[in-house]
């Protein structure tokens, strides 16, 4: 069975996002256009699509470690703080943005609550063990080395 820690994270986010986007369960909101994603930012993302990524982001993040709360996840997501002429200093990334995604995700079955923080549900795993497996299959097609993972 191929994994989700076999796929090239790149290629399984852009699918999954893309899925995501295809099957409109998760609204984007009206504030997504003129939000930073945290303090450490100074714009806005340039991508219109980012919060179909961040979503597909979180859940691979969520495949990876089994369970993730809103404030580890947004240590995740985080980054460094210019103070000016002072020392650089560790920041967190927009837990508004996390937790409204966890929402959407937790609607749209991907996600469920446990008392340890949020954890895929069997449809969030499926989704993603389909989509890697598409991955591989694209892959194998164009390098035989990906073929042991099929």
């Known amino acids: 069975m191929v994994s989700v820690k076999y796929v090239p994270s790149d290629?399984?986010?852009?699918?999954?996002s893309e899925k995501l986007k295809s099957e409109k369960k998760i609204a984007e909101p009206d504030w997504s256009k003129y939000v930073k994603t945290g303090i450490s930012r100074e714009k806005s993302p340039v991508n219109r699509d980012w919060i179909y990524v961040r979503a597909a982001a979180m859940l691979r993040k969520l495949y990876i470690n089994g369970y993730?709360?809103?404030?580890?996840?947004?240590?995740e997501y985080g980054g460094?703080?210019?103070r000016g002429s002072k020392r650089y200093h560790a920041a967190q990334g927009s837990r508004s943005i996390i937790r409204y995604l966890f929402h959407e995700l937790e609607k749209a079955g991907y996600v469920q609550k446990t008392p340890k923080g949020?954890?895929?549900s069997p449809q969030g795993m499926s989704l993603l063990d389909n989509a890697s497996k598409d991955i591989i299959k694209q892959l194998a097609e164009k390098d035989p080395a990906f073929q042991k993972f099929i």
């Open 11 to 16: 290629l399984l986010i852009n699918y999954v």
């Open 68 to 75: 993730l709360g809103i404030s580890r996840m947004s240590s």
């Open 118 to 120: 949020r954890s895929l």
């Open 80 to 82: 460094k703080v210019d």
